[in-house]
């Protein structure tokens, strides 16, 4: 015979797919003809960045642009200058998975590119860039909460586990037409500019998710094409932008992911000498993952009263998602810029931020290094460009336990820079770190039960009652089990609070 079994449905983010795609770069190309000769090369930069992501059937294509930029010194003036290459891409992923309404994340990173000038106007670059993606489902899970029969007594506890209840993406725009403002020169060309979107807070409504924050556009631009004079810019943009998260509520727990997968910034100065009007196009991609908690139900152990009974069991994980608190942390520390000093520094920026999280068994921490970029001026006045890095260790303010895992989101706010010597500088990074932690626990659950009703339970029954003489530590539930009755009728009988007998003593059973 066969028990019925109540069930429970827990809905769980699965990662149906992890995949990279390595893209090389290889070119040979000569300077168009409005850039000077190259002197000397300061930086060549490869920056890669997602056009468009479709999933169809079991394939992910990914198409996107790859921009070369080369920063260099010319011949004449010993002035910064920039030239560009564009390059288009595109790459598959083979996803075979059977689950349905699959959203996937992409993420861009350069791996390494060497780049040198056979003459003063050919350059030979080489390099590889990842395509990294991720591709997420809504799985369910079901959980047996109880067995459904009068003779059955079972033994539950009740863990508490996130339940996802809906994944979002969708795309927007921020698209604005920015002012350097009066007092500044209008620009001229522009050299460099960062990009970053950040979430100052997120309103859940009904299927809904509001999400308001600023987007910050860094620039540097040069004021004079004939000096190659610089200066910098920095705007704070303020946008509000409402997604589609179905099935999620007002309690929903969000792990909000935003890449920027492309920008593009112009000069009106280009149509009009004297305009300091900048405009900016960019496009976002946000995914959300709302999460409810629930409480469910697990069975431990469980006996007929009648029968023996057959327990099929196995492993079952349980996850528990919350968020991390925000912390901001600052590493400073002295730097090194070269031999032939430094005077003034022109520009400084975080290029990127590699970090790992380790839990050692005891407790979780993160460290990494953020590569810093300086460009600046050395005694002679001639332009520089160094990278250092910064490390940094981190320890978030969550239980210590060897099963917790977290997916942090390290991003630098700031950094600013002083001047300490004639070669030296001091660095001072201001991160901002968020994200989520796990705490992950591991059960063993009946899953299945049945009983052969030809190998019935010996019960007593001539007597009401049975006196047993329970040992210090016994359990009331291995008691009752062999007697063939329950824990409420045992701790009713003898006015029991306790599950365990706390001293030699002698007992009632009701038979």
């Known amino acids: 015979m066969e028990y019925q079994l109540d069930k429970e449905n827990c809905f769980v983010c699965e990662n149906v797919f992890e995949g990279s795609s390595e893209q090389p770069v290889d070119l040979d190309f000569s300077l168009p003809d409005y850039c000077p000769d190259i ?39 010993q002035a910064i200058r920039l030239c560009e290459h564009t390059s288009p891409f595109s790459c598959s992923f083979n996803i075979k998975s059977t689950a349905q309404d699959l959203t996937a994340v992409a993420k861009v990173k350069t791996e390494y590119l060497n780049c040198r000038a056979l003459t003063p106007r050919r350059l030979d670059i080489h390099g590889a860039f990842s395509v990294c993606v991720s591709v997420y489902a809504k799985s369910q899970q079901e959980q047996c909460t109880s067995i459904n029969a009068p003779d059955v007594r079972q033994k539950q506890h009740s863990e508490l586990v996130s339940c996802l209840s809906g994944i ?54 040069v004021t004079d094409i004939e000096t190659g004079s610089q200066d910098t810019m920095s705007f704070n943009i303020p946008y509000t932008q409402v997604i589609d998260v179905q099935g999620m509520s007002d309690i929903s727990l969000n792990d909000i992911r935003l890449e920027v997968m492309n920008y593009d ?79 003034k520094i022109i520009d400084t920026w975080c290029d990127s931020i590699n970090s790992i999280c380790t839990n050692d068994g005891t407790s979780l921490s993160a460290k ?30 969550i239980p210590d336990t060897a ?73 009331l539930w291995d008691i009752a089990r062999n007697y063939c009755t329950s824990v409420e009728a045992v701790m009713l009988e003898n006015d029991l609070a306790d599950d365990i007998i706390q001293a030699h003593s002698m007992i009632l059973i009701p038979m």
Request: glycine share 4%; charged share 30%; net charge negative.
């Open 39 to 77: 002197e000397k090369i300061l930086k060549c930069r490869i920056s890669p960045s997602v056009m468009s992501k479709n999933i169809s059937a079991d394939r992910l294509d990914v198409d996107g642009v790859a921009v070369i930029r080369l920063y260099y010194l010319d011949t004449k003036k």
């Open 168 to 221: 979002g993406q969708q795309q927007f725009s921020i698209s604005e037409v920015l002012d350097i403002g009066q007092g500044k020169s209008s620009p001229e060309s522009i050299l460099r500019s960062d990009f970053a979107v950040n979430i100052d807070s997120a309103k859940a409504l009904s299927d809904k998710l509001m999400l308001k924050g600023e987007a910050v556009l860094h620039l540097l631009y």
């Open 265 to 343: 910034v112009s000069l009106k100065s280009e149509y009009d000498e004297s305009s300091t009007l900048v405009t900016l196009d960019s496009k976002i991609c946000a995914t959300v993952f709302a999460y409810n908690e629930k409480n469910l139900d697990v069975i431990d152990d469980a006996y007929s009263t009648e029968y023996e009974l057959e327990l099929t069991e196995k492993n079952c994980r349980f996850s528990h998602i919350s968020a991390l608190p925000e912390n901001d942390i600052s590493v400073r520390q002295e730097v090194k810029t070269g031999d032939n000093g430094i005077t």
């Open 368 to 397: 990494g290094k953020i590569n810093c970029c300086i460009l600046a001026l050395d005694k002679d006045n001639v332009p520089f460009y160094a990278e250092r890095p910064l490390e940094f260790t981190f320890k978030p303010d």
């Open 403 to 475: 099963d917790i895992s977290a997916n942090m989101d390290i991003a630098c706010k700031s950094l600013n820079f002083r001047i300490t010597g004639d070669n030296s500088v001091e660095l001072k990074a201001d991160l901002k770190i968020t994200g989520f932690f796990t705490e992950s626990k591991t059960s063993r659950c009946i899953v299945s039960a049945g009983a052969d009703e030809d190998k019935k339970r010996l019960k007593d029954k001539n007597a009401a009652l049975t006196l047993y003489y329970a040992d210090k530590g016994e359990t």
